[in-house]
């Protein structure tokens, strides 16, 4: 009867295992709750990293799109400048329209 009585004394006393086991508890929330933190923490900066590489190759298509629409930008100016001289004109006009002046001499080539 007497074990029994120093038992109950070292655990009301709050005998030394029985501390380390609580603070061994506590340890491993810490842990855990450290382990879970990092891991968020790691997904946050995977998925903003995935956002920035989407954005980077956006960036990089509306710059080709951009580069395109500048070089169809210049070859319109050069038509309208091309446009503003008689003798394209007269070219174009012989070509694309089959005009002739009143003096000019027409072979036809029949195949």
Same mark, same amino acid.
Request: proline share 0%; charged share 40%.
């Given at each position: 009867m007497g074990l029994g009585k120093t038992k109950e004394k070292q655990l009301q006393a709050g005998f030394p295992r029985q501390r380390r086991e609580n603070s061994f508890n506590m340890? $491993?929330?810490?842990?855990y709750a450290g382990i879970f933190l990092i891991c968020c /923490? /790691? *997904?946050v900066v995977?998925? =903003?990293?995935l956002r920035q590489r989407k954005a980077e190759q956006e960036l990089?298509?509306?710059?080709?799109?951009?580069? =395109? *629409?500048? =070089? $169809?930008?210049?070859a319109?100016?050069?038509?309208?400048? $091309?446009?503003?001289? /008689?003798?394209y004109i007269e070219i174009q006009a012989r070509n694309r329209l089959g005009l002739v002046k009143p003096d000019d001499t027409i072979f036809q080539i029949e195949d």
């Open positions: 340890y $491993r929330l810490f842990s /923490l /790691l *997904l995977g998925a =903003q990293h990089l298509e509306y710059e080709a799109r951009i580069e =395109q *629409l500048e =070089q $169809r930008r210049q319109a100016e050069k038509e309208i400048e $091309r446009l503003h001289d /008689l003798d």
